[in-house]
């Protein structure tokens, strides 16, 4: 957003970021700390993934995805049956970063890492989660009809993204693109 609104020599630290964001991340983080880097080999993650998360079988998984391993991939991919043929075409990274926030903020601000970095898949595979799955973030408030409102326009809001994006992830020459970040940052804050 920083670079969007002309917000010149500010930079934002991964490890920030996931600090940040960490309790809206959940069993993930461990990943997210081997996706950016944080985390030096897949032994330092499995034994956050222990010891932070009592060997959550989805933090599990989502570190031996990453080094490889196929079966850990499939697990996860399994998982989310309503987004099945989605997940099928995405890599162990992409899969862990579409499913890891909890929150749209969370999501949102992963998004713009990507892109900032510019990975386009990311951003689309942030995206389109946010966009087929806003119920996520608050199942216990959709019996509110106005959370449900509030979660259909969020989720229309990372459509917009995805489709944007789908076309040209390029930040600066891609109008849509702005234009779709801006009304989903004007919604979230």
């Not at 930079?11 to 993930?28: A, P, W």
């Not at 075409?89 to 890492?113: E, V």
Request: charged letters at 25%; a positive charge.
């Amino acid at each position: 957003m920083l670079r969007l609104l002309k917000v010149e020599g500010v930079r934002v630290k991964v490890d920030g970021l996931i600090n940040s964001f960490e309790k809206h991340i959940g069993v993930f983080v461990p990943a997210l700390k081997l996706i950016f880097g944080i985390h030096s080999d897949e032994k330092v993650a499995l034994n956050e993934c222990n010891s932070k998360h009592s060997g959550n079988m989805d933090c599990v998984n989502a570190v031996k995805a990453l080094s490889g391993d196929a079966n850990a991939l499939d697990s996860l991919k399994n998982k989310y049956e309503e987004l099945k043929r989605f997940s099928a075409g995405l890599d162990a990274k992409n899969l862990i970063l579409a499913y890891s926030p909890n929150t749209p903020h969370a999501r949102f601000a992963l998004m713009l890492y990507e892109l900032i970095k510019g990975d386009a898949e990311s951003v689309k595979a942030l995206a389109y989660v946010g966009w087929k799955m806003p119920s996520k973030y608050a199942p216990l408030m959709m019996q509110v009809e106005r959370y449900k409102q509030l979660l259909e326009q969020i989720g229309d809001l990372f459509r917009e993204v995805y489709n944007a994006c789908s076309s040209n992830c390029n930040i600066d020459n891609n109008v849509q693109l702005r234009l779709a970040l801006l009304k989903l940052f004007h919604r979230l804050v």
